[in-house]
């Protein structure tokens, strides 16, 4: 469920309608519900509740600092992925013991920015990685908390670019040498082993792969337990799907997810960590497009947009279906028309939507795109010298611009022209 719909016939997110959004600050924009953000956050929540438990908004989903805010005031952690994450959570009022550092390529800049800023812990994806990561805590003369990733070798059956928990996949330590790695993280001086993490994938429809992944971990902790570490947390990644589509069968719901955590870890007596991104911020925002034109082809309409690939990359990156909706309601039993909706980036890649059907619309009409909120905004470029486009926030019937719009010099100034030229 969200916050963005019709009323008296004008798509509204919350109590503003998005028409007015439009006059005020150009379009496209991206338009983030607080209300929803608030909502799936709870929903996680309530849902591991009667667990001692953290969950981590995976920030790499949407990652401006007022959403950040939203989600930190209502007491979530955050898994950061980079240096700048982490920098971006600190400032957005996240305390260092709420925040979670993964990815599989961490520099010794970033855990030293960790270390001296406050971690909760990080997730280790490799031998190299612990050992940089004891040394950098031992000059620093602290011990750095860790998990391992494991990786369970479990078909996550999504899109194989957002699959990480096959043997294939970079991600991890392959389940059968953790522990190995165990071992020897257990010998490393700045190294103290609090738990086990794992994450499977994104856009997951079924609780299967995360049940059968979950079921591995359980084994692992009472290995690792026999084995003499001390296992205290395990960090169960991210992943959960979104309905996209509204025919779609709808994904399991969090409560769902939550109960069968406990059914299959929840006797093992430890701090569960989660870290949902696409479910907090997706279906919380959405992109607001213009019609420039509307041009008749050989054989199909395009509608051309001011909104583009650089701009939501998702179905050229993906394959995703968005769902694209008039912000002028249409009557009742209107006649549909059918679209190819495009951008006007040269690149045949700059397509949103083949054959859509959606009511006849004219030059100037405003479109939403629906479930834009996550993998929306922090991916899109300034491809084609086109400046990123403006993030909105509503709360109720308030309104304000968490990103704005770049003007063309601040974008230029960024470029310098060497003086040997
Ligand atoms: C991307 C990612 C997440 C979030 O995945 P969603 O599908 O957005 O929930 C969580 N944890 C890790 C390690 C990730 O890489």
């Not at 005020?24 to 929540?45: E, I, K, M, N, Q």
């Not at 795109?369 to 509503?394: C, D, K, Q, W």
């Not at 709360?395 to 974008?411: C, L, N, S, Y």
């Amino acid at each position: 469920m969200d916050h963005f719909l019709y009323r008296n016939g004008a798509l509204h997110a919350e109590d503003v309608p998005l028409a007015e959004i439009a006059a005020a600050v150009g379009t496209p924009f991206y338009c983030y519900s607080t209300a929803t953000l608030t909502r799936h956050f709870r929903l996680f929540d309530e849902a591991l509740d009667g667990m001692d438990h953290l969950v981590c908004y995976a920030m790499k989903a949407a990652s401006n600092l007022a959403i950040l805010r939203v989600l930190a005031d209502l007491g979530a952690g955050m898994d950061v992925v980079s240096g700048g994450e982490y920098a971006r959570a600190r400032a957005a009022g996240v305390p260092g013991d709420r925040i979670v550092f993964s990815g599989v390529g961490k520099t010794r800049d970033e855990m030293h920015m960790a270390l001296t800023g406050g971690i909760r812990q990080f997730n280790v994806e490799s031998e190299p990685e612990l050992q940089a990561l004891s040394e950098v805590a031992l000059s620093l003369g602290v011990v750095a908390p860790i998990t391992v990733r494991v990786n369970p070798d479990v078909d996550a059956k999504t899109h194989a670019k957002i699959a990480t928990g096959k043997s294939e996949n970079k991600f991890g330590i392959p389940i059968a040498r953790a522990r190995a790695v165990y071992a020897h993280a257990a010998r490393l001086p700045g190294i103290k082993v609090v738990g086990i993490d794992v994450h499977i994938g994104s856009q997951l429809t079924d609780l299967a792969p995360f049940r059968a992944a979950y079921r591995k971990v359980a084994e692992l902790t009472a290995q690792l337990r026999a084995d003499g570490h001390t296992i205290t947390r395990l960090d169960l990644g991210g992943g959960l799907g979104i309905p996209y589509a509204r025919d779609n069968s709808a994904p399991p719901l969090p409560l769902e997810y939550g109960a069968m955590i406990r059914e299959e870890l929840g006797h093992l007596g430890c701090e569960i960590e989660i870290e949902p991104g696409r479910l907090i911020a997706g279906n919380a925002g959405l992109m607001v497009s213009q019609v420039i034109y509307v041009k008749s082809g050989e054989d199909r309409d395009f509608l051309i947009l001011d909104g583009a690939m650089n701009d939501l990359i998702r179905p050229a990156m993906y394959d995703a279906w968005h769902d694209i909706v008039p912000v002028i309601e249409p009557a009742p039993g209107a006649e549909q028309h059918v679209y190819d909706v495009v951008g006007p980036v040269c690149e045949s890649g700059d397509t949103f939507a083949r054959g859509r059907a959606l009511p006849p619309l004219a030059q100037g009409d405003l479109v939403a795109f629906r479930s834009a909120g996550a993998y929306g905004a922090v991916m899109s470029s300034e491809y084609n010298t086109r400046p990123l486009i403006p993030e909105v926030l509503v709360k109720g019937d308030q309104f304000a611009v968490i990103r704005r719009r770049p003007t063309f010099d601040e974008m230029l100034n960024r470029d310098t022209i060497p003086e040997w030229l």
